[in-house]
């Protein structure tokens, strides 16, 4: 198994945040590589799935993920199986002053055994890494340019 952990303080407040990250169908409006959401079962709760397609480095890949766990606004926790790896992505969200201390992290299991699934894990982690971290990015340009309420 590896863990990746990514974490960023995003200038809006938590429920704005988890809003923000709450809104499935409207993630390719912020979110640079997810190019369309579809298949969405219902709003987000625990045993929503919904269908990723993204663009990663290039390569086009279709994702299906279940949302495990729903703890509005502090922890989302979803699931997904996609070639022979486990992953499970958990958002947790923490109020800082204004802002929101946004941790997000990616746990890769590989169904394959021994030397084999470590090395696999630890291919998929690059992308992987790449993909949390442009997710708080995306947050917080998601936030800039707002105008005061």
């Known amino acids: 198994m590896r863990r990746i952990d990514a974490s960023g303080l995003v200038g809006a407040s ?20 997810v190019r369309d959401i579809a298949a969405v ?13 993204r663009r990663t480095f290039g390569l086009p890949t279709t994702e299906t993920w279940e949302i495990v766990e729903h703890r509005r606004p502090k922890v989302q926790a979803r699931v ?7 992953r499970t992505l958990v958002l947790t969200l923490e109020q800082r002053g204004s802002g929101t201390l946004v941790h997000v992290q990616l746990e890769l299991r590989s169904l394959m055994p021994g030397p ?16 949390i971290r442009a997710a708080i990015h995306g947050a917080k340009r998601a936030f800039e340019g707002r105008r005061p309420s």
Do not use: K, Q
């Open 14 to 33: 938590s429920v704005e945040v988890w809003d923000l990250f709450d809104d499935i169908a409207g993630t390719p409006r912020w979110m640079p590589f």
């Open 80 to 86: 997904s199986d996609l070639a022979g790896l486990e």
């Open 116 to 131: 084999a699934g470590w090395i696999y894990e630890w291919l998929a982690g690059i992308p992987g890494g790449w993909a």
């Open 41 to 53: 079962s219902g709003p987000a709760r625990v045993g929503m799935v919904y269908t990723e397609r």
